[in-house]
C-alpha cells in the first residue's frame, strides 16, 4: 500500500520511472526535488539524481509503447474549464463506442484528484484486481473496461493530495500496468485545465500517437476562455484537435421538448470560438435534467432516453469523430 498526506491508495505497487532501490517518498528521476528531498537523504542514487547531468529518457516509456500498441484508437477529452459535463460527454463517447459488440473499449479515467467516471458509469463500489498481466480494468460490460483512481481509494469521500510527480507515476501505471488487452478505442478522460495530467499523457503517447482531442465547453465565455487556453496548450503540444463540443447549449423540457436558453452564448459561443480558431464544431448538446440523473444513478443515458433531443445530439457527433477518425 501507499500512503500520501492522509490518503491510502490500495495495491499500487512501484512505477517503473522511479529506482528500484529508491526510499518510498521519492519525487522521480524527474521532479526538479530530485535529489534535494528530504527522501532523498541516504538514497544511494542521491549524487546521480542531484548532478546537472542530463537525464535519460523516462524508463516507463517503452513499458508503455508495447502496451499501447494493442490500442487502435486513443481519444483525449479535454476542458479548460471544471463543470461543463467533460466526464458525463467521456462516459457517453465510450458507452457509444461499446453499444457496438464487436468493439473493444476501454475508459481511462486520469482526472485523479477529482475521478466522476466510477459513479457515472455505476461502477463506484467496484475495486481494481491484479494478475500475472497487470491490473485488469473494472468492466461495465463485456466490451466496455474502466480505470480510475476512484477504484483505489478507501472511501469516496477521501482527498487525493498528490504533487506531479505522484500524479505522473499512477498515469504511467494505467498505461503500462493495466491488461487492456486489444482494444479499437480507448477514451482518456482529463481533469480541468493544462496541467501535470495533460504533460503526462502527451509525453507517454508521444511514441504510440494520441488520435485527436476533444474539446468540451458550455457557451457562456467565461468557460470559452478557458478553451482558448485549451487549444493553445494542444497547439503548443502537436496536439491534434478532433473539434469542439458545445454542451449545455440550451435546456429541453422532457415533457413538451420545448428549447430554451439557459446559459447564453453572449459572445458567440462555440459557433464563434469554431470559426475564430479554425476548429470544427462538432454539434451542441442541450440539457436535460435526465442525463443528471443517469449519472447519479450510472445509467446509460444513450439507452435510457433515446428519444430525447441530447441522445440524438451525443449520437451525432459521436457519428462525426468516427467519420474524422476514418472508421466510418
Keep these: 500500500m501507499g500512503m500520501l498526506a492522509g490518503t491510502e491508495i490500495r495495491d499500487v505497487p512501484d512505477s517503473h520511472s522511479i529506482p528500484s532501490n529508491a526510499p518510498e517518498h521519492c519525487p522521480g528521476t524527474e521532479s526538479e526535488l530530485a535529489g534535494k528531498a528530504d527522501a532523498c537523504q541516504g538514497c544511494p542514487n542521491q549524487e546521480i539524481c542531484a548532478s546537472s547531468k542530463p537525464k535519460g529518457p523516462d524508463p516507463a516509456l517503452p513499458y508503455v509503447y508495447e502496451r499501447m500498441a494493442a490500442v487502435k484508437r486513443k481519444i483525449v477529452v479535454l476542458s479548460g474549464k471544471g463543470g461543463v459535463g467533460k466526464s458525463t460527454f467521456a462516459a457517453q463517447l465510450a458507452w457509444a463506442f461499446a453499444a457496438d459488440e464487436q468493439l473493444q473499449t476501454g475508459l481511462m479515467d486520469v482526472d485523479i484528484c477529482g475521478p466522476s467516471v466510477p459513479t457515472i458509469l455505476g461502477i463506484a463500489s467496484e475495486q481494481v484486481h491484479s494478475s500475472s498481466a497487470g491490473w485488469s480494468p473494472v468492466y461495465v460490460q463485456d466490451n466496455l473496461g474502466v480505470m480510475s483512481v476512484g477504484?483505489?481509494?478507501?472511501?469516496?469521500?477521501?482527498a487525493v493530495m498528490w504533487r506531479g510527480p505522484k500524479k505522473n507515476g499512477l498515469i504511467a501505471q494505467f498505461l503500462k500496468d493495466v491488461d487492456w488487452g486489444n482494444l479499437d478505442y480507448l477514451v482518456i478522460d482529463t481533469p480541468p485545465g493544462t496541467s501535470d495530467e495533460h504533460l503526462s499523457i502527451v509525453q507517454y503517447l508521444k511514441e504510440s500517437g494520441i488520435d485527436g482531442a476533444v474539446l468540451i465547453t458550455t457557451p457562456q465565455e467565461v468557460a470559452l476562455q478557458d478553451v482558448r487556453r485549451e487549444i493553445d496548450f494542444c497547439r503548443k503540444v502537436g496536439l491534434r484537435i478532433l473539434g469542439i463540443v458545445e454542451?449545455?447549449?440550451g435546456f429541453v423540457c422532457p415533457s413538451c421538448k420545448s428549447e430554451s436558453q439557459i446559459f447564453r452564448p453572449t459572445t458567440g459561443g462555440a459557433d464563434r470560438l469554431a470559426k475564430e480558431t479554425g476548429i470544427e464544431l462538432l454539434g451542441k448538446v442541450p440539457l436535460d435534467p435526465r442525463i443528471g440523473k443517469s449519472a447519479d444513478y450510472g445509467w446509460s443515458f444513450l439507452d435510457e432516453y433515446p428519444d430525447s433531443p441530447a441522445s440524438a445530439s451525443y449520437l451525432a457527433i459521436i457519428d462525426?469523430?468516427?467519420y474524422?477518425?476514418?472508421?466510418?
Excluded at 474524422?324 to 466510418?328: A, E, F, P, S, V
Design 247 to 249: 454542451n449545455m447549449s
Design 151 to 158: 477504484f483505489m481509494l478507501p472511501s469516496s469521500r477521501d
Design 324 to 328: 474524422i477518425l476514418g472508421d466510418k
Design 320 to 322: 462525426r469523430i468516427k
